[in-house]
């Protein structure tokens, strides 16, 4: 999720485009996108696919592939076997070289010791070591292509002023390496800063500056106008939903929030059964319509609840039909057949207790009267097989 996070951001953030990152890796990047391959003696081409291959693990294929972009390809093995023992030293096994060089083949190009060596060691003094260090750089091996004084050092500065705690730093930056640079991070720094203010809870901030930087690192006048429009819609900056609408909202511009909205009101929801969802469950408003669609036709034509019914509990929408929900709902349609239960005496809030809370509600009370409960709710019999199913009611996507 955080790689399509990343890449979302670095189109969304211009200051972005001002990383600085060592000509050494990357100078491949700068020629013309059109510019797929690169042609080299087949001698050399020769040997940097056999590399790939015995001394870093690629398959043939891969390895072939490689050695056709332009930067990828080298006669001698000095720079490469250089790199590679250099990452071994510092705890990489032969799965993370051959995990890094799929990513960035380039790297093997650099000078071990005047580039990475320094990198490396930087990495290591704030705490980035071990397995928090092989997750990183296999993770993101970007972040090893980085400029030490212009990105990674000015950089950590900033991120020591977030809420994310001295043991979480390796999470951070593996996360978000693609997309370290000053400015964003600033706008971070001055936006959770913006959130204080507000008295928005440590633990909302910490959450934000970790998983919605995408949103916290926006320019310092957008963010506060995703805040604004957060507020107007009744969230409370001390609830646990705000920096998740936030998040939301910031996500979506005005055109996909209006056709997400047109889409639910074609289920037959109210503009204010949207509104008051996005306050229980904001991040509802990512399900995807097809998604949607099926659910709610299950929850309206089969079970007969009405859309505003949903509408009080979003979170219903959430759930897997099949493993979660279709289980569930044939045991209380069992129940409703055989007289056991009443309409009144269940709501779709039944729908999210846990299993055992469930279990001792609707499954074990009844085992008596319907043995095949238990079975109906793991899945090993449908109601089909009972005789029974469900009904449509007739309410349809208008």
Sequence with gaps: MFGFCCKRLQLLVPSCSTISVDSSVTHFQKASPFSRSYSSKPQDRSFTVSYLINSCGLSPELALSLSKK???????????????????????????????????????LV????????????????????TDLTRLVCGSPNVLSYSLDNNLRPCYDVIRTLPIGDEKVGLFMRNLCRILNVKALSNAASNVSFLRSLQVPESSITLCALYYLIAVSRDTAKFRDYVGKVISMGFIPSSTTFVRAVYVISMMNGSKWAQRVGFYRKWGWAEDDVLSAFRKSPTFMFLSEENVSIKLDFYLNKMGWQPANVAQHPAVLTYSLEKWITPRCSVIRILLLKGLIREGEYSIAYMMFRRDQFLDRFVNKYQEQVPELLSVYQGKIGLAELGLGFEEKGVKEV
Excluded: W
Aim: charged share 25%; no cysteine.
């Design 111 to 130: 000078n071990a010791k005047k580039t990475l060596v320094p990198k490396l060691e930087f990495l290591g003094s704030i705490g980035i070591t071990g």
């Design 70 to 108: 332009r930067g990828v390809h080298f006669k001698s093995p000095e720079k490469p076997d250089s790199v590679i023992k250099l990452l071994k030293h510092y705890g990489f096994s032969d799965t993370h070289v051959s995990q890094i060089v799929k990513k960035l083949p380039t790297l093997l």
